[in-house]
């Protein structure tokens, strides 16, 4: 039994109207498996499928924000209280030594299970890091203190590997080794991310798609193509998963599912469980308690 977590950044879950992308963009996909689209009024647990809603706040003022969700989101602690306010963009440095620690990759390596981690780290990528014109994001961090290797282009080439961007259309205008690597269907995508469940009991992918969207920065039709990928690659990973595999789905604060706004908001996340693992998730509440529910759930992984 598997288990692959796909983060994505910037979606909150919110009752449908006409102001809400997810309730107005077609997501065949995702309507077939809930009877409805992603929002708020489908919320429930039924055999092998979940739908619930996480509180993104923790109990601080203001907006919720990527630097510290992501690291409650990994570290299953409250990081906004530690840190004393919500901080964007990329971890605390105070909170990265613990990150690391606690992180949900390293501690699932602890009992013997294999991790992988999708997403494909470009050439370019480093070279910001080392001149500081970029800082490590939370699953960077998480992934060098559990000691797991980062895919690189020659991964993505032999379909190991996926964008953050989903399809790949974008790696070429940000890293010119890039350029021969043909992007792929959103679907294809999916059927990838499944295959990978057949080498590691734990597969993580992260996509920054519907944050971008969310904030404008993706032109006219960003927030479309956003929610279009995403149906895609739950499609592909639906079409090649086996029966045991599981799939878990959810963000870190809200933006996208309200189009009115270029900001964050404080809608919950979603919590989309998908698979025989799905009931062990129906207690989640907040985002700083699935790190645990995922290792309380790996008992049953190893039945």
């Known amino acids: 039994m598997t288990l692959t977590f796909v983060f994505l950044d910037g979606i909150g879950l919110a009752p449908a109207s006409a102001d809400n992308p997810l309730a107005q963009v077609p997501m065949p996909t995702v309507h077939r498996l809930l009877g409805g689209p992603l929002t708020s009024e489908q919320i429930g647990y039924r055999d092998h499928l979940l739908l619930t809603a996480l509180d993104t706040c923790l109990g601080v003022d203001g907006l919720p ?36 620690e606690r992180s949900l990759f390293r501690r699932i390596r602890e009992r013997g299970l294999r991790v992988a981690f999708a997403n494909v780290f470009t050439n370019s990528y480093w070279q910001a890091v080392a001149s ?23 991964d993505l080439k032999q379909g ?4 953050w961007d989903i399809t790949g259309e974008g790696l070429a205008t940000r890293d010119p080794e890039a350029v021969t690597i043909e992007p792929i269907s959103p679907q294809l995508a999916g ?13 993580f992918f ?11 920065r993706l032109g006219t039709h960003g927030v479309r193509e956003a929610l279009t990928r995403i ?9 090649a998963r086996r029966h045991q595999d599981n799939l878990i789905i959810t963000s870190d604060h809200g933006n996208i599912e309200q189009a009115s706004t270029t900001t964050h908001t404080t809608a919950p996340a979603p919590l989309l469980v998908i698979g025989p693992l799905a009931e062990h998730f129906r207690h989640v509440r907040r985002i700083d308690e699935v790190a645990d529910a995922i290792l309380q759930a790996l008992p049953a992984m190893s039945q």
Not at 132 to 154: C, K, M, Y
Not at 160 to 163: E, H, I, Q
Not at 191 to 199: G, K, N, V
Request: glycine share 8%; proline share 6%.
């Open 231 to 239: 149906d895609g690659l739950i499609a592909g990973w639906l079409d």
């Open 65 to 100: 924000q990527s630097g510290t969700n992501h690291v409650a989101l990994l570290a299953g602690i409250n990081a906004p209280a530690l840190h004393g306010r919500h901080q964007p963009h990329f971890p605390p440095v105070a909170l990265r030594p613990l990150l690391a």
């Open 160 to 163: 190991r590997a996926l964008s």
């Open 191 to 203: 059927e990838r991310l499944a295959r990978l469940a057949t080498e590691y009991e734990f597969v």
């Open 206 to 216: 992260e996509s920054f798609l519907p944050d971008l969207a969310g904030h404008g």
């Open 132 to 154: 500081r014109r970029l800082r490590h994001s939370a699953s960077v961090i998480a992934a060098e203190g559990a000691s797991i290797d980062l895919r690189t282009l020659a």
